[in-house]
């Protein structure tokens, strides 16, 4: 199993480190380019520069890769992203971009990597960086076998060092105790995501559209969870719709919903309530014509039928 040695920047190990404990976070990169493709529980270190001595400073799981607008990945992560303000995020891509002048708007895309249930380390735990690192020619990372080598002893120490913080979720995601062996052999677990990994997952999968709609404008488009997280449903994409911000609002209220049969079907009470609704009538009759709502081509990530089921009968209203 391999693990991948990340070159991290001060500013960002700092902040994060300053603040409690993350769900998630937003490994960035300011370019879209060259994106890392790690697979899904994928151990991910933190290695900073040369000028800090370039230890190993904590790690995560990779839970999701995308390329997002510097702005979205703001909204949607905030101070998950490493910054206390879009401001400052804005400015340190710039200085990395090496550009001359600093988009205010963040429409450019950037590299994003999604890490699940972080941990970083005080100083006085950073661990020693590889004995066999390059010394020149490395500019972003560089994957490691952790089951030997230098790669086993950089996994084995950061996971003594979050049992030593008392962070046991994430040393026993990879590596339960065995009767042998005090930590047991590497294996991997798919990460779960978290709300903000959630919000931009369904959206990748939807092909960044509305599933009734067709919409592609970003801004006016929502995750939404089919069975919301406060009451019992996960933030799985199995449980998500990309829908356009209105869709979503009356999706919640039960004056919309989507059938396992992956029909859009509006609730009477919209035009009894309101004497309105005219748009959601008409978009009900042209995906019932098309044959259904827009799907993921992938099934594994297509909505629940059962979750489906269960918001048609206990959410939405006839």
Partial sequence: MNGYVGI??????????SRPHWEEVNFWQPSAHGLLDPPPGMPFFFKLRS???????GFGFFSWRTRLPAWMAWDTFGEANGAPERSSML????????????DPTGKYEIGCLFLSDPVFFPQALWVKPPADWPSSGIQRGKSYDISV????RIYLECQARALELGIERS???VMPKGPDDRYGMPRSIRPRLGQRGFRVAVGDVYGRMCAISAEHSLPALEAAHIRPYAEGGSHDISNGLFLRADIHRLFDQGFVTVTPDYQFRVSRRLKDEYENGRVYYDL???????????????????????LLRWHSSERFVA
Avoid: C
């Fill in 8 to 17: 991290t920047d001060f500013e960002w190990y700092s902040f994060l480190r």
């Fill in 51 to 57: 000028e800090h001595g370039s230890p190993i400073v």
């Fill in 91 to 102: 400015s340190r891509i710039s200085r990395l971009r090496r550009d001359q002048n600093i």
């Fill in 149 to 152: 080598g230098e790669g086993k």
């Fill in 171 to 173: 040393a026993e995601m």
């Fill in 284 to 306: 009900e009759e042209r995906i019932r014509r098309a044959g259904g709502i827009h799907i993921p081509k992938d099934p594994a990530n297509r909505p629940e039928q059962e």
